[in-house]
């Protein structure tokens, strides 16, 4: 999942939440049953899971670009050259 991917997944899932929630404390309101109300947040807990919590293709639109990985041969070509280059403008 990418990062932009990471915030929309979780954008949703408080959104989802939220109107479970809401919904759930409105109809347990009305109905004076706190069942109805645990059963909505439920709901939208295990709606808003099953929806979020897997790496679904749509959270993968904008990949990272990763950096070509360097050897260690060419980092210590370029530490002895740049010693090299440091101990000639000493001579100097």
């Not at 639109?61 to 090299?84: A, I, N, S």
Request: hydrophobic share 45%.
């Amino acid at each position: 999942m990418d990062f932009k991917g990471q915030l929309h997944c979780e954008r949703l899932f408080q959104m989802m939440v939220m109107i479970f929630g809401l919904l759930g404390f409105l109809v347990g309101y009305l109905q004076q049953d706190f069942r109805m109300t645990f059963y909505f947040l439920a709901t939208g807990g295990g709606t808003s899971a099953v929806i979020c919590l897997p790496d679904w293709p749509w959270w993968n639109r904008h990949p990272l670009k990763w950096l070509e990985v360097v050897e260690e041969d060419e980092v210590e070509e370029k530490v002895e050259k740049k010693k090299k280059k440091k101990a000639a403008k000493a001579k100097s």
